[in-house]
Nanobody, 115 residues
Framework: QVQLVESGGGLVQPGGSLRLSCAAS????????MGWYRQTPGKQRELVAA???????NYADSVKGRFTISRDNAKNTVYLAMNILKPEDTAVYYC?????????WGQGTQVRVSS
């Protein structure tokens, strides 16, 4: 059974930093594409960053140069380091992976950027 558990969200001032974690069970994070998505009320969930099994990464244009996705295979965890946060980064952040044609999401973690 695949489970993804996000943590690390919170309230931060503009210009600040946070690091989100996605702890996986039931899969090895280095075997699948792992992605971070975010969603705000009334909008569709959007891709923020993804990391492939080979380690390649891609980012939404809005976060390039500020966010970094990485993984720790020993801890079976994927991270999203977020720097120079902006109010428009406020959202619920979700971890996602697809395994054998089935999509798995975590429960989400709230990030709020406000002074």
């Amino acid at each position: 059974q695949v489970q993804l558990v996000e943590s690390g969200g919170g309230l931060v001032q503009p210009g600040g930093s946070l690091r989100l974690s996605c702890a996986a069970s039931g899969i090895s994070v280095n075997m699948y594409v792992m992605g971070w998505y975010r969603q705000t009320p009334g909008k569709q969930r959007e891709l923020v960053a993804a990391i492939s099994s080979g380690g390649s990464t891609n980012y939404a244009d809005s976060v390039k140069g500020r966010f970094t996705i990485s993984r720790d295979n020993a801890k079976n965890t994927v991270y999203l380091a977020m720097n120079i946060l902006k109010p428009e980064d406020t959202a619920v952040y979700y971890c996602k992976t697809d395994v054998n044609g089935r999509r798995h999401w975590g429960q989400g973690t709230q990030v709020r950027v406000s002074s």
